[in-house]
């Protein structure tokens, strides 16, 4: 049998609820995977929420996972049983011991990366990938603002950029959060709510601003990222863990020929061979430890829920998985 978490109607943590299923066999082009360890993503909580539809209800959700091929169905090339694989996937499932998923998703990891690092990390360093090499390119001549840099997405892409030379400033929930930026390589950290943050970063900018922001946060810090921003300066938000953005006026760019993007990972991987590149580039950055992450905090897949508490408590983005 396998034991998955299956979501009747979306709300609070409390409707994902743990099942037992049958395994079925995998179907043409697909793998069967034994799932080890399941990246739990902010992702997965809109979807429980129901701030996206994007799952068909009652459904299984899961974005990630990394596991061991138990089964090959009719067609599959290039994979065999036994072999230690990840994957992403926007059909859902990963919330599960077994997955039936097309081939084209999966991905074979190097022996060098432990599970638990690919389950919580992988998605979010496809994003840093996104970010720093798909949809601006960043250098040493740049000086970038990451809001939420301690959480999960920021820590990497902190790390990531400032491997590079560039400057980075951080902006984080709370001050005890500041000396971890630091040790990722922010030059510069301020608490998000402090009412003089973008005067701040102003003064540590010659009274420039910074040339991009990455911003996370969403509603709470946007209006600060505006204004933190250079003249010709670029926004890119890419998530809203403090809830969706509010409508922006063209005019409001127009004061500093100002521009804005909020990408999706998943619209930049394209195809196999694109989806195969960023992947080969993040395991690069782990195996060269560019990017890293030291503490892991697993949780029984039954208790799912607990899971999405601590996350949403804004403590442990990025270290928590679940274990079937
Ligand atoms: N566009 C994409 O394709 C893509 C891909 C991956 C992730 N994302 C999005 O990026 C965002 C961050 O993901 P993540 O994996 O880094 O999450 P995470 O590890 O949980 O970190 C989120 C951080 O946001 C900050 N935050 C500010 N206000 C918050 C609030 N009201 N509730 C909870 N946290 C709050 C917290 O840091 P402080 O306490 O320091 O403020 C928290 O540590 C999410 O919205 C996620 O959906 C988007």
Partial sequence: MASIIEIEEYGSSSV????TRSIVSPKVGEVQIRNLAIGVNYHDVYVRSGLYK?????GTPGCEASGIIEKIGKNVVGFEEGE???YLTREYGAYASHINIVSEKVLKLPSTLKDELVATNFLRAMTVEMLLNR???????????VTAASGGVGRLLCQWASSRGVKVIGSVGSQEKILETKLNGCLETFVSSDEKFSNKVLDVTNGKGVDIVFDSVGNDTFESSLLSLAHCGYLINFGQSSGPVQPVLMSTLAEKSLSISRPILFHYFGNRKNYENMAASVFKAFEDEIIKVSEFL????KDASNAHDTLESRKGGGSI????
Avoid: N
């Fill in 135 to 145: 949809i601006t390119s960043v250098d040493s001549s740049k000086t970038i603002l």
């Fill in 321 to 324: 998985y679940l274990v079937p």
């Fill in 54 to 58: 994007t799952l068909k209800l009652p």
């Fill in 16 to 19: 994902l609820t743990h099942k």
């Fill in 298 to 301: 697993p949780f029984d897949l």
């Fill in 84 to 86: 230690r694989v990840t």
